[in-house]
Structures are given as structure tokens and as C-alpha cells.
């Protein structure tokens, strides 16, 4: 069958029943698909910010041994909203892990901007993560001691080395656009559930990372604070160009997204074909030019504590 954007390309039947499986709530014929109301439509783009090749992941020995990530491949490209969906213990999250350099594959390769993301040191392989990526996680780990505005300042002042006074101005301005302004002096356990899961959210955003990975980053809203995230997170990926990754039960991210991948038993099943998207300036990759941050290793190290801290499996 010839290609044909995702909202005009008639959807199989089986497609629709094993998305119907995944919202057991919607009727198939009321699926939505993912659609362009939320991006312009240019040329697609070619190589993959992000790519998995044969990747493998197992767990325990013998018989109580599970291989949560089954030979699975899949690539990821800069201006997009990905959601990664399936049941329960399909992989999803020990996939995420992978691709995002937190948990070492038994096999495969992980290509982040054109390096062998699994092939560097354990320095390197920090910085890379500190530099590029952001995670967002259904744990939220924030920082016990800080505030709301200190976990973004954080980042900022740590991660690109920026002054503390546009840490700052920076830090408020995220916690704004995302309701928190009346929340910014308190430490997490002043906040509720959601408000934590905002300012996750929050410190993810305001590095403006190339590459975003959420697990189930608005489980703990509701309506109006997920919808909100949501846009967000669909600016990341079409305004600042960022490769979005989402795992995601929540049906109302079907609408911004511009590609859905379906995992299950630790394969990956389907893939939505992908969309056209807006393409913007694609500058090369600049991770071996990039120097190191400011403080050196200390700081590296920090990095390391801070997203590993962000695990939650
Ligand atoms: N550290 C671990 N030790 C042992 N088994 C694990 C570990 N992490 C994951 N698994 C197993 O791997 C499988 C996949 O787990 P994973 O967390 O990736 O699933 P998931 O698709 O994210 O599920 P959910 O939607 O419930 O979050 C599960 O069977 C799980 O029990
Ligand atoms: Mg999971």
C-alpha cells in the first residue's frame, strides 16, 4: 500500500482492535489518530536523532527469567511526539532506559546524534545525558531539600552553567507557564501529587533538551494539567525541534502525536507510518565538540546522581 499521512491512510482492522485492546474504553470507530491540527506539515526528515538495533534485555536466571526487551529496533527523529504504548510488563520502561543511557543493553546498540551511545565512557555517557537529555518520570525524584524553583535552578546553574540570576528568572518563567507560580517557595512534600509531577515536568523543560524521555508523565494529572503538558511537550518537539519520546497509557496524547509505536511481550508490533512533519534547521550533532561542564567532573558526577535519581523501574 502506497504511504499515506496517518489521518487519511484507512486504518486495518486489526489495527484498530489492538489499539481498541490498549483503551478498552473507546469504541474502535472512535479512535483518534494522530493528526497534524498541531504542527505544519513539511517535508519529512531523514536520518534518525535516535536509533535501537537488536536490542536485548533480560532479567533474573533460569526459570524465573524474563527477557523484558526482545531484539527490538526502532528509530526516533527530531521534531516529534512519539508514543510508546502497550500493556502492562510489555518493556516499555526497560526499553526507554535503554535508548536513554540508563540501563545498559545485553545486546544491541543504542545511536544517539550519530554516537554509539553504549560505547563511551561512564564520564562521557553522563555529560551526554546532562547536556541532551531530559527525563521525566512517574516517581517525579525531586530533591527532598529544595524548593520548587531551586530543582529547576539546579539543572540550569549545573547543567549549562548559567548565572544564578537568569537560573532564576528562567526557573519562575517555566513554573508560570506551567501554574506553579504560587508553589515555587515550597519542597516537595508541601506539594501534592500532581503539583510534584509538574515540577518534574518543569525541570525537564527548562533545559531545553534535544532529547526528551517521559514515562507516564501525566498519570498524575488531571484534565486541564495533563492537557497543558501535553502542548508542552509538543512544543518541545516542534518549536525547539527535540525528539519526544512518551510512554503513555493516556489516550488524549493520541492527538499530538505524530508517530505511535505498540510493544508487546517485549517486541515491538506496530508502527504508525510517519507523519510529515516540520523540519528546522538540523545543525550536526555537537556532543564530542561540546566542552565540558563548568566544575568539570564534580559536575558530571552530579548529573549522574541527579538522572539517576530520576529512575524509577
Ligand atoms: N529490574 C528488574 N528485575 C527483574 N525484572 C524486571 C526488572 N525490570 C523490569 N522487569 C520485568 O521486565 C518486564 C518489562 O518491564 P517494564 O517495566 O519494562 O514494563 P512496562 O511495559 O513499562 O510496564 P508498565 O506499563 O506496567 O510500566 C516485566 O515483566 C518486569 O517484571
Ligand atoms: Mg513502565
Not at 82 to 101: E, N
Amino acid at each position: 500500500m502506497p504511504y499515506l499521512p496517518a489521518e487519511t491512510r484507512p486504518r486495518k482492522g486489526s489495527e484498530r482492535k489492538l489499539m481498541a485492546g490498549f483503551f478498552g474504553w473507546f469504541a474502535p470507530s472512535t479512535l483518534p489518530t494522530p493528526n497534524h491540527a498541531h504542527g505544519p506539515r513539511m517535508p519529512v526528515q531523514s536520518a534518525p536523532y535516535l536509533e535501537g538495533r537488536h536490542l536485548l534485555k533480560g532479567f533474573g536466571q533460569g526459570d524465573t527469567r524474563t527477557v523484558a526487551v526482545n531484539e527490538v529496533a526502532l528509530q526516533l527523529y527530531r521534531n516529534e511526539l512519539t508514543l510508546l504504548m502497550g500493556p502492562s510488563g510489555s518493556g516499555k520502561s526497560t526499553l526507554l532506559a535503554m535508548i536513554s543511557g540508563l540501563l545498559r543493553p545485553d545486546q544491541g546498540q543504542v545511536l544517539a546524534m550519530n554516537q554509539d551511545l553504549w560505547n563511551r565512557s561512564k564520564v562521557e555517557m553522563e555529560r551526554f545525558r546532562l547536556q541532551h537529555c531530559s527525563y521525566i518520570f512517574q516517581g517525579c525524584n525531586l530533591f527532598p531539600a529544595l524548593t520548587a524553583r531551586q530543582q529547576l535552578e539546579l539543572v540550569l546553574r549545573w547543567g549549562e552553567g548559567v548565572s544564578g540570576r537568569e537560573a532564576r528568572r528562567r526557573a519562575t518563567e517555566m513554573l508560570e507557564q506551567l501554574g506553579l507560580a504560587k508553589k515555587a517557595h515550597l519542597r516537595p512534600a508541601q506539594l501534592s501529587g500532581g503539583e510534584k509531577q509538574r515540577v518534574a515536568i518543569a525541570r525537564a523543560l527548562v533545559k531545553k533538551p534535544d532529547l526528551m524521555f517521559c514515562d507516564e508523565p501525566t498519570s498524575a494529572l488531571d484534565w486541564e494539567n495533563g492537557q497543558q503538558v501535553i502542548q508542552l511537550l509538543h512544543q518541545a518537539a516542534h518549536e525547539r525541534s527535540a525528539m519526544v519520546l512518551v510512554v503513555t497509557h493516556d489516550a488524549r496524547l493520541l492527538e499530538y502525536a505524530d508517530r505511535i509505536l505498540h510493544m508487546e511481550d517485549g517486541r515491538m508490533l506496530t508502527e504508525e507510518p510517519r507523519k510529515s512533519v516540520a523540519v528546522a534547521e538540523e545543525p550536526e550533532p555537537q556532543i564530542l565538540q561540546m566542552p565540558a561542564p563548568q566544575g568539570g567532573p564534580r559536575r558530571v558526577a552530579l548529573s549522574g546522581l541527579m538522572e539517576g535519581m530520576t529512575v524509577g523501574f
